[in-house]
């Protein structure tokens, strides 16, 4: 219960309206506070309960039914299997069995979280709508916020173009964190609309198309960001994606910024058997397609991609993917893709590819290819501090570890990254310090290139 506060008569006559105002936003910070309430969903649930820890609601979608902003909805742990009796609303061709369309506050976000130390799988192979996509969670509300729930299995149940999605946003200001989508061929988090939307330490892997157009999953990336509305911008930090059909971070048509920190792309394009699937770009930072036309957004939007990891991506690990204008690529670090940066551009008319310019391009290693850096005008970007420009000569015992297999090693109690020798620079490497000042925080005179900083 809440204690409100108590104003002696004395003091009463002289209060100024101000000090009404703070009382009365006091006294509904007070009153908001006290009636926030918890609610419970679980496997063995019943919507006819009250959605209490002891009688848990059995679904979502009850569970935002009595939602108010500022809420918890609690997520047991155990597994939810989906068929076709939880397709809540069907929209076209598309399936929504979570349409989540309720919105918070800024200060009072709806919450669905996995109850602490459980873990909450949905489990969704008998899900097989004819002819249809699936979207199962379906974000249309804003200031929402999805916490460590985990899908698998989702289908893709046409062979035209199609596409089915783990986790799809059409809202503002919502926080996907924890979420894991893997084993399954659809999408893993899809952003088609909205801005201030934050991916925060989601793993989305082994996810293939083999159903749809000629079954190499082309359209199957891990995560994606395609709002077409110039001014928005919606960011992906600590996020891993790999063993992915198509790429692992994809934001082609983007009208609005779209931001890429600490993350990890790895072996998309292959599946588990090492068979070439789709594009298999690690990073696929922005473009809009190479047909003739000059349909772009106003201005085009300058992508930000820093402290990124891309390994052994069947294509490029960094791509500028023929965007007609400039990013900025800073301290990431490139390692046995077929193409480690490539900067391919379009002109302005769209009439043609060309060489890509106005980037900046800071900080960068790469090791391990053939083909370190392709497709730039070097006079219209600027370029400091980046390995593919620096002459000194160096070995895989200049790092600490080459071990593939550690980018999936489970992650921190808190779901950041682990903390891995791979690719970090051993002590004796000419490369340490050999960053363009000033950098993002260091140990020695200068920072290190790449997106690790040697302690």
Same mark, same amino acid.
């Given at each position: 219960?809440?204690?409100?506060?108590?104003?002696?008569?004395?003091?009463?006559?002289?209060?100024?309206?101000?000090?009404?105002?703070?009382?009365?936003?006091?006294?509904?910070?007070?009153?908001?506070?006290?009636?926030?309430?918890?609610?419970?969903?679980?496997?063995?649930?019943?919507?006819?309960?009250?959605? $209490?820890?002891?009688?848990?609601?059995?679904?979502?979608?009850?569970?935002?039914?009595?939602?108010?902003?500022?809420? $918890?909805?609690?997520?047991?742990?155990?597994? =939810?299997?989906?068929?076709?009796?939880?397709?809540?609303?069907?929209?076209?061709?598309?399936?929504?069995?979570?349409?989540?369309?309720?919105?918070?506050?800024?200060?009072?976000?709806? +919450?669905?979280? *996995?109850?602490?130390?459980?873990?909450?799988?949905?489990?969704?192979?008998?899900?097989?709508?004819?002819?249809? +996509?699936?979207?199962?969670?379906?974000?249309?509300?804003?200031?929402?916020?999805?916490?460590?729930?985990?899908?698998?299995?989702?289908?893709?149940?046409?062979?035209?173009?199609?596409?089915?999605?783990?986790?799809?946003?059409?809202?503002?200001?919502?926080?996907?964190?924890?979420?894991?989508?893997?084993?399954?061929?659809?999408?893993?988090?899809?952003?088609?609309?909205?801005?201030?939307?934050?991916?925060?330490?989601?793993?989305?892997?082994?996810?293939?198309?083999?159903?749809?157009?000629?079954?190499?999953?082309?359209?199957?990336?891990?995560?994606?960001?395609?709002?077409?509305?110039?001014?928005?911008?919606?960011?992906?930090?600590?996020?891993?994606?790999?063993? @992915?059909?198509?790429?692992?971070?994809?934001?082609? /048509? /983007?009208?609005?910024?779209?931001? %890429?920190?600490?993350?990890?792309?790895?072996?998309?394009?292959?599946?588990?058997?090492?068979?070439?699937?789709?594009?298999?770009?690690?990073?696929?930072?922005?473009? =809009?397609?190479?047909?003739?036309?000059?349909?772009?957004? @106003?201005?085009?939007?300058?992508?930000?991609?820093?402290?990124?990891?891309?390994?052994?991506?069947?294509?490029?690990?960094?791509?500028?993917?023929?965007?007609?204008?400039?990013?900025?690529?800073?301290?990431?670090? *490139? =390692?046995?893709?077929?193409?480690?940066?490539?900067?391919?551009?379009?002109?302005?008319?769209?009439?043609?590819?060309?060489?890509?310019?106005?980037?900046?391009?800071?900080?960068?290693?790469?090791?391990?290819? +053939?083909?370190?850096? +392709?497709?730039?005008?070097?006079?219209?970007?600027?370029?400091?501090?980046?390995? %593919? $420009?620096?002459?000194?000569?160096?070995?895989?015992?200049?790092?600490?570890?080459?071990?593939?297999?550690?980018?999936?090693?489970?992650?921190?109690?808190?779901?950041?990254?682990?903390?891995?020798?791979?690719?970090?620079?051993?002590?004796?490497?000419?490369?340490?310090?050999?960053?363009?000042?000033?950098?993002?925080?260091?140990?020695?005179?200068?920072?290190?290139?790449?997106?690790?900083? $040697?302690?």
């Amino acid at each position: 219960m809440s204690v409100l506060p108590t104003i002696s008569s004395a003091s009463a006559p002289s209060r100024s309206r101000s000090h009404s105002r703070w009382l009365f936003l006091l006294l509904a910070s007070s009153i908001s506070s006290a009636i926030a309430a918890d609610f419970h969903v679980a496997p063995h649930g019943d919507d006819t309960n009250p959605g $209490t820890r002891e009688k848990p609601f059995a679904s979502l979608l009850r569970a935002q039914q009595a939602m108010s902003p500022g809420d $918890t909805t609690w997520i047991g742990g155990g597994t =939810y299997r989906i068929d076709a009796s939880d397709i809540a609303r069907q929209d076209a061709m598309i399936a929504s069995v979570f349409p989540l369309d309720k919105s918070g506050r800024k200060d009072q976000p709806l +919450r669905y979280f *996995a109850t602490p130390g459980e873990r909450p799988v949905f489990e969704c192979s008998a899900l097989k709508p004819e002819g249809l +996509r699936i979207y199962l969670f379906r974000t249309r509300g804003s200031w929402i916020h999805l916490k460590g729930i985990e899908v698998t299995g989702v289908q893709v149940n046409s062979t035209g173009h199609t596409q089915s999605i783990c986790f799809e946003n059409t809202g503002s200001h919502n926080t996907f964190e924890g979420l894991s989508m893997h084993d399954g061929q659809a999408i893993g988090l899809y952003i088609s609309r909205g801005t201030g939307n934050l991916v925060l330490n989601c793993d989305a892997w082994n996810n293939h198309d083999h159903t749809s157009e000629n079954g190499r999953g082309g359209n199957t990336d891990g995560f994606g960001s395609h709002v077409p509305h110039p001014g928005t911008e919606n960011t992906f930090r600590g996020c891993r994606a790999w063993l @992915n059909s198509d790429d692992g971070f994809d934001c082609i /048509s /983007s009208g609005g910024t779209v931001i %890429f920190e600490n993350c990890w792309a790895f072996r998309n394009g292959y599946d588990s058997k090492n068979n070439r699937l789709g594009d298999g770009n690690g990073f696929k930072a922005g473009g =809009y397609g190479i047909e003739t036309d000059t349909r772009f957004p @106003n201005p085009v939007p300058r992508h930000r991609i820093s402290r990124c990891l891309a390994v052994s991506n069947r294509s490029n690990g960094f791509y500028a993917n023929h965007h007609p204008g400039g990013s900025d690529w800073i301290h990431n670090s *490139a =390692y046995r893709n077929s193409t480690n940066f490539n900067f391919l551009g379009r002109s302005q008319d769209a009439s043609r590819d060309v060489p890509g310019s106005d980037h900046f391009i800071l900080n960068n290693l790469s090791y391990g290819t +053939r083909h370190h850096l +392709r497709e730039i005008d070097l006079t219209q970007c600027r370029l400091a501090g980046n390995t %593919f $420009t620096s002459p000194a000569k160096v070995t895989d015992s200049h790092f600490l570890s080459l071990d593939e297999s550690l980018l999936s090693s489970p992650r921190k109690p808190n779901g950041d990254l682990p903390e891995i020798p791979f690719l970090r620079l051993a002590p004796g490497n000419p490369w340490i310090d050999q960053g363009h000042p000033p950098g993002h925080p260091q140990s020695g005179q200068n920072p290190d290139p790449g997106a690790f900083e $040697t302690r």
